[in-house]
């Protein structure tokens, strides 16, 4: 039950930057997205239009991202570095 408690015995939170960095990092689902549009268009649920705009879409997540999420994490320890 220790490692289940909240309080001052449990681990602490990660800060405002590692979460981001975390959420940034793991956002980028390209293939959840190609086979949900995939999916949506064989069976007619979806039009090809809005399918390849939401797989762009992704595509740009994937490269937006990951490079912002470090950079982020970077920015957020200087400023706590030189508060």
């Known amino acids: 039950m220790g490692a289940f408690t ?3 015995a449990a ?3 990660p800060s405002f930057g590692p979460r981001w960095t975390l959420a940034l990092l793991g956002s980028a689902a390209l293939p959840m997205v190609v086979v949900i549009t995939t999916i ?5 649920a979806m039009p090809p239009s809005t ?3 939401l797989v762009g879409a992704a595509m ?5 991202f990951p ?3 470090p ?7 200087v400023a706590k570095s030189t508060a």
Do not use: C, F, K, N
């Open 51 to 53: 399918a390849s705009a």
């Open 71 to 77: 950079r982020l994490s970077r920015s957020a320890s």
């Open 6 to 8: 909240r309080g001052s």
């Open 60 to 64: 740009i997540s994937v490269l937006v």
């Open 11 to 13: 681990q602490p939170r």
């Open 67 to 69: 490079t912002l999420g």
């Open 40 to 44: 949506g268009t064989e069976v007619g």
